[in-house]
């Protein structure tokens, strides 16, 4: 087995294509990776930000982007991806493996120069190594970029002579220089008890899998799924019965690409073409789906009360979100059962009403009652909920915004009735830091026997808040 | 030796299908009493009128949707005419990721909504409120609450006439507390339940209602 890694020293810069120069990334307050033109100013990862400032004034600064840095591994991956069919992510850098005896290329000096070429092109400026290992060759492409090994050569050997220095444990350089231990040789000839007990079992199973002697499980690498159709149909469609049996069978092909991947869908994006018109139409589900007939019953949602906005000739159909599944079926599937039709329920108002119509209650922690009680789109991921317990004092139903009471003879009416007084004053004074309220509250009761939850603001006016209900 | 004396026994499934209606308690005692069966129905639509709104309407509710809730049933409130309490929920148990509320813009899409909810086995209990519904659209949700066999509660004006459902509650404020009366149980005298609110959170803090025989 061989590996080849590529390891991109200046990734937090890729994640920002077309930067401007003089640049730098920074992590918390100290910089992270900067260009040559800022190198050239003297500054160097690890300094800090403010003393950059000082050395570079017209330096451009940006806080790292983990998510564009993600992207820019998985585009180097889809290139490795061309040479080898098991390809890891390991960032800062992609490692792919190939087998020893048989490569399809000639040798894997070749594969390298070809890779250059590529990566090149793909504007990443990559150090690539070869090694038996995949933590040895993520190794020897940060310290000797170009470094072929095979099992042939005597490379256990070769591994022992690298200094110290060059292990990713920076925080440990320190006490390799106390111990007086140079190369890593020295390192692994030391007893292994001794060494985890020193330096932590990471440094122990970072030794077993750089001279083989521990499997490397990494999870491999696959390309994206992206399903794309382009439909033109001979006679323009308008109605909604035409539309649905236009897109039938683009939709079991999709079901066919999920299957064959054994993936999922969780949104559909449809443009809706003719007339010189362009409508465009998200539909959204809850849960992904295996299945993608299931889109249909929601264009039917979605057009059962409009009709089509013109005769539609062309429909440009993308899949965009599809992501591996995850879990497995259960034995007694009933409770699944209920949460797909829960799920399906979801989709159907939200596609007939509009995902904003349709809310999920939020307790945010705030004294106004205003504030504390939000409505957000319903979605799995809704912002968490503020946990404690309240006392059950105050009304279920809430005004909102509250209505102004009249005033007579420095008593609330609530239409035109006098107001009798239960409980209170309860006081509730807050939010000085946007809209500072100081309010009075009050529990009364209205001539027909409601329960009411009124309030006196600071001028002396009545608002009603609540119903008891 | 003979299996019929253990075939009588209660608790023996005979692969006979159960012919009870389903219900669940509401956990008020006095109220299970005079409601058939003993609690509030499934699969049924329950229409409640109350006089005004803010008399504890809600309230009666609670301890059956508390229970709900904690069995990780859905709770749906389509077209509520004003905004629910997060914190108040919360107090009376009842847990805020299973709460869903639906804003229909026109009659006709509450329509929808509230047959879409009622008819859906995964939802544990349905509130929806009209100004005013037809006996044809009544009798329309109603087919759609058995065909789901959950709770459905219908809000209605206290002027609309009689509708056709198996169960209408009229609501009234009293001074001793909320008084219920239960349509067409007419040998039942109206039950009066004092300071509902308070008794309805403890009721739902508790689980005290769990216990709580008819009668």
Redesign the interface.
Known sequence: MLWLAVVVPDLPLLAFPGHPSPFAVTEGRRLLACDEAARSHGLSPGMSAAESGVLCPDLCLRHRDAEAEGRALSALASILYRVSPHVCVRSPGVVARFTDQVTPFRDIGHVMSNLREDLREAGITGMMACAPTAEAAMLYATVLPGQILTRQDKWRDHVARLPVTCLPFPQHVGLFKELRLRTLGECMALPRAGLVRRFGAEMGAFFDRLVGARAEIFAPWRPPVVFSRRLHVSYALDSEEALLFALRRPLAHLTQVLRRHDAVADQLTLDLIGEGQTQTQTLCLTTPARRGEVFLTLVRERFRSRNLPFAVTDIHMRCDVTVAREGSLTLWPEGSVRADEWGALVDRLRARLGSSSVCTVRWHADHRPEKATREWPWSLSVPASCSEVAEAHHPLWLIDPPERLGVADGQPRWQGESLRFLEGPERIESGWWDEAVAREYFVVRAVRGQRLWIFRGREDEWFLQGYFA | MQLTPALVQAGVTRGIPDRAPRILPTGFADLDACLPNHGWPQGALVTLQP?????????LLMPALARLSQEAR?LVWVAP????????????RIA??R???????THK?AL??AY??LS????GAVMCWFSAIRHSEFRALARAAAQGGQLGFCFLPPVMSAQVARLRLVL???PQGLRIDVDGQSRHAPVVIADI?RK??VL??AGAWRRGSPG
Do not use: D, K, N
């Not at chain 2, 006089?51 to 309230?59: D, H, K, M, R």
């Not at chain 2, 005419?81 to 009376?92: I, T």
């Not at chain 2, 709460?99 to 813009?105: E, G, H, S, Y």
């Open positions: 006089a005004v709104s803010g008399i504890g309407e809600l309230q859905y005419p004003h905004r629910l309490s997060a914190p108040m929920l919360v107090a009376h805020l990721e709460v869903l509320t639906v804003r229909p813009q899409e929808w909504s879409q909810a859906s086995v995964s939802v009234r404020p009293v609110h309805a959170s739902c803090r």
